[in-house]
């Protein structure tokens, strides 16, 4: 080892040529190294150059800060922040009566939590469905009130992140047994269940979910009996879980097929009874194998929460659009896409990134 | 969602207790068992209904709810606002979810036949206009022959302007573009030489919008009639009744002079037709089947038509709208009470 030349030290001033180390041999090696990346780098640069210091002039140096009122924000020619500031609790919570916006808050506290926990594996046993609950109907009187001298609010008025939040994760905890049930019911030698499975999925699929919404909120009540109202939340919540429900199923049927043969021959070998089978062998296996296609699902859904706003339904993008027509406060639409816009990513960035994580996780056995 | 079933279940066992003792119309019968009115709004429309900071809802349209609040239960807080988008608004009328439409809805032949809806009196006459950028020199529409048009798409908005350029023989470019908001920023932008919507629309947006108001013309003609009115489902002449009097007390009260600050004088008026109107003489309110103070109350609460229009799309509010038609009948106007007798 110590006859190495590599390690004998340089003597002091004696470098190797400025082409072979330091910075403009590291630009040459990754950003120009053939011609077409030098031409991409080269474009990129320009964009950047072209889009980044006009967007901190806009965002910050010439902005309206979030103390500015509207007076101040017509003045300024960059963000009005104040506008995000006056229209904060509006834009979050919706038109839930002011003064008891704690609240939603704290259902919105709530539901993280309870998100945060469940992506630990060390609580994934089943008194944490038990938990669940416990939150869920935690969550339901505090939104409802009505006990514990909580005054009663109505779910018309329920508005923004909570209620953005309670269409998704309802939605999808709802939808996520459904799917497994309608996923293998698909695959299922019975013809009954086959054909009533197919039908449902395709027929869920076959439509956007704009229609089947516009099916809850428009045509369905004119079915009922004069008089007879369903709840609007309610029937966009079943529209969600239905819908779901039909996605996720052809998530989880892709990791069914992808289950070797073999796996189901040896459970059927081994004398288990169907449920057992599917319970201990293969959903394990084919659950783990869906989970990007899943993760998928979660995220556009999540994001699809917001075409309740074509049913008058105030989710956290109808929140932000009806902030906009405050005739004080019109125009702001930049800054309110951008706030809401931030509140979406945060979400579905997190949802992303726990998802890899956990895909490493669970297929553990297959890199080895 | 529980309480959505129940209340569901309450609601038949209601309409069927209804049918059975039905001596007013059905859905009087039904807001009175309730206590409270459900109205329907728009779910943001600057100056008509809109909510504020704080959730509380604001707006033209908003405030002729309260007003048949307090007709029917002297308290402007006896109302429940449901917001609804435009597809939405006649299926939740006609299937109960509301009690009645205030929400910038314009009063045709075939929604007040085959839709189903019986309108009150105009609360707001809208009609379509153009904007130019003042620099054009245009002043009139008729010189707007080869012009680049932004249009919102899927209103009747458009139909109206294929309508007025074939019927002047003259060619255009629509832009048509889905988002008011990106309407607004396409013109501004100066992508089009012209922006076309109602009226109303188009002072809001100079108002509100436009980098330097006064760079903005609006041309005087008004190529459609956009009378903007509340309405109710057919069934109920009672309700009818109730919500279109309302809005004409309004009007009456304007006609008169009575306002929200000065109704407490009138009570002591000489003029026979204000003390029906306030009801000093009995006799108004037990014909609508409503206490004889109803028009009084709503005065004192919410104001007359005056008060309402400049409270929230007049000339000292962000939309600066002048009353033009809106004005009374004996200001030029068309705002005209039938009379209280």
């Known amino acids: ?368 | 969602m529980k309480k959505g079933l129940l209340a569901a279940a309450a609601a038949v066992a209601l309409s069927v207790a209804a049918s059975g003792a039905a001596h007013a119309g059905p859905t009087l019968d039904a807001i009175k068992k309730r206590g409270f009115i459900q109205c329907g709004v728009n779910t943001g429309l600057a100056g008509f209904g809109n909510p504020d900071s704080a959730g509380n809802w604001t707006g033209l349209d908003v405030d002729f709810c309260r007003a048949f609040a307090v007709a029917l239960f002297g308290d402007a807080g006896k109302i429940k606002f449901t917001p609804l988008s435009a597809q939405q608004r006649f299926p939740a009328l006609q299937s109960g979810e509301v009690d009645v439409l205030s929400r910038n809805t314009t009063w045709t032949l075939t929604r007040d036949t085959s839709v189903g809806l019986n309108f009150a009196p105009v609360t707001y006459y809208d009609g379509q206009g153009f904007m130019v950028p003042k620099s054009l020199g245009v002043t009139s529409a008729k010189d707007l022959g080869g012009a680049t048009v932004c249009v919102q798409s899927g209103t009747t908005t458009e139909l109206n302007l294929a309508d007025y350029f074939r019927a002047n023989n003259l060619q255009y470019n629509p832009v048509v573009i889905e988002s008011v908001d990106e309407v607004n920023a396409a013109y501004f932008a100066g992508r089009c030489d012209v922006y076309t919507t109602d009226a109303s629309g188009l002072a809001g947006t100079r108002a509100a919008v436009a980098p330097n108001p006064d760079d903005h013309v609006i041309l005087p003609e008004v190529i459609s009639k956009e009378p903007l009115a509340p309405a109710v489902r057919h069934g109920d002449d009672q309700w009818f009744d109730i919500v279109k009097w309302t809005v004409y007390a309004t009007v009456q009260a304007e006609e008169k002079g009575i306002t929200s600050k000065n109704v407490d004088e009138f009570l002591a008026s000489k003029d026979p037709d204000v003390l029906r109107l306030l009801g000093v003489s009995a006799g108004m309110g037990a014909a609508l089947g409503l206490d004889e103070k109803w028009a009084y109350n709503v005065i004192k609460t919410i104001g007359n038509y005056g008060e309402i229009y400049e409270r929230n799309v007049g000339v000292n509010t962000p939309l600066k709208l002048e009353r033009g038609l809106n004005a009374l009948w004996s200001n030029g106007g068309l705002m005209y009470s039938m009379p209280f007798r």
């Open chain 1, 1 to 368: 080892m110590s006859g190495n030349a590599d390690t004998t030290p340089l003597a002091a001033g004696e470098r190797p040529p400025s082409t072979v180390v330091g910075p403009l041999a590291w630009l040459r090696a990754n950003l120009f190294n053939t011609w077409y990346n030098a031409i991409l780098t080269i474009l990129i640069a320009w964009a950047i150059i072209r889009t980044v210091p006009p967007l901190i002039e806009w965002a910050v140096i010439d902005a309206a800060g979030f103390g500015a009122t509207s007076e101040m924000c017509r003045e300024a020619t960059g963000a009005c922040w104040g506008f995000v500031r006056e229209k904060l609790r509006f834009i979050l919570f919706g038109t839930y009566p002011y003064d008891e916006q704690w609240r939603p808050l704290a259902t919105v506290a709530l539901f993280i939590l309870l998100l945060g926990a469940s992506c630990d594996r060390r609580f994934w046993k089943p008194w944490f469905g038990l938990v669940w609950l416990a939150g869920l109907v935690a969550a339901g009187v505090l939104m409802w009130g009505g006990v514990f001298g909580l005054t009663y609010v109505e779910n018309t008025l329920w508005g923004g992140l909570p209620l953005t939040l309670i269409l998704s994760v309802i939605g999808l905890s709802v939808a996520f047994p459904i799917s497994i049930l309608l996923a293998l019911g698909r695959r299922s030698d019975m013809p009954a269940v086959k054909a009533i499975c197919v039908a449902y999925i395709e027929l869920i699929r076959g439509v956007p979910l704009i229609s089947l919404l516009f099916m809850a909120s428009v045509m369905f009540p004119l079915f009922l009996p004069t008089g007879v109202t369903i709840d609007k939340l309610l029937r966009a919540q079943i529209a969600f879980i239905m819908f779901a429900a039909a996605y996720m199923a052809e998530a989880i049927r892709g990791g069914l097929q992808a289950i070797p043969k073999g796996q189901y021959e040896a459970a059927d070998g081994l004398g288990l009874s169907y449920w057992q089978k599917m319970g201990k062998i293969i959903l394990p296996q084919a659950l783990a194998i869906s989970i990007p296609p899943l993760v998928n699902t979660f995220i556009s859904f999540f994001k699809d929460t917001s075409l309740v706003i074509i049913i008058g339904l105030y989710d956290l993008l109808g929140t932000a659009k009806a902030a906009l027509t405050d005739p004080a406060w019109r125009g702001y639409y930049r800054e309110a896409y951008l706030f809401i816009g931030l509140i979406y990513w945060a979400f579905c960035y997190f949802m992303s990134k726990y998802s890899q994580w956990l895909e490493k996780d669970l297929n553990r056995m297959r890199r080895r």
